[in-house]
């Protein structure tokens, strides 16, 4: 069984310009999540999808993230326009459902911006 | 507020030696705990998931408790190996068994040097 994947594994882009992350999680995966994680840190959730539904992205600082889940399986987390403070690892995992099922997660996405 | 807690942040140990990793949380309500293995430049694995009723469960080398009644959890490694060198995570779900939203620690950096 295929994990989850993600890309590009590593990008730097100067600040303020676009960026845009893929996650394909695993086949049969309802549930998509994206994290952050900063060095030394734990992951901290930034949109929970079920299906094609963002149902948790309390989290997600909309002025400048959008995530979409179209037809609910590959997902996209964008970020316009980066910041310095952006500069972080994002982390997609997948799960059959929320709460008690195991949720798988990718190599994530290291992104520098200088 | 909820919060879960790691100690030691870093720890060095020599190849064949055990250790012992300790996680507080003051997540309420409870619905699971679980411990997560995340190598360098590589997403968090699960190593292990206890619910309330669980005090215990083994992975191999790897042993996790649970106190429920003190919000205390331990990882134990039993005769470490160069390949544990990594930060273990402990996670904590909290609401619903349906909705739970994970609440992550900051992770203990182990070092296993031979």
């Known amino acids: ?114 | 507020k909820n919060q879960v807690e790691q100690s030691p942040q870093s720890l060095i140990i020599l190849e064949g030696k055990n250790c012992t990793l300790q996680c507080n949380y003051t997540v309420s309500p409870f619905s699971n705990l679980r411990w997560y293995k995340q190598d360098t430049g590589r997403g968090p694995v699960s190593l292990t998931i206890m619910t309330f009723s669980e005090n215990t469960k083994s992975n191999g080398r790897y042993t996790a408790t649970l106190d429920a009644d003190t919000k205390q959890s331990s990882l134990h490694i039993t005769a470490s190996q160069l390949s544990d060198s990594a930060s273990y995570i402990c996670v904590v779900s909290g609401g619903s068994s349906n909705t739970g939203k994970l609440i992550f620690g900051q992770g203990t950096t182990l070092q296993v040097k031979p």
């Open chain 1, 1 to 114: 069984e295929a994990g989850v994947v993600q890309s590009p594994r590593y990008k730097i882009i100067e600040k303020k310009q676009p960026v845009a992350f893929w996650c394909n999680p695993i086949s049969g995966h309802n549930t998509l999540y994206w994290y952050l994680q900063n060095l030394g840190q734990g992951p901290e959730l930034l949109i929970r999808y079920e299906n094609e539904e963002a149902v948790d992205d309390s989290q997600l600082p909309k002025d400048r993230f959008s995530a979409e889940r179209l037809k609910g399986v590959d997902s996209t987390l964008k970020i316009q326009p980066a910041e310095l403070g952006d500069s972080a690892v994002y982390l997609c995992a997948s799960s059959r459902g929320a709460g008690r099922y195991e949720q798988y997660f990718g190599p994530g996405t290291r992104l520098t911006v200088t």
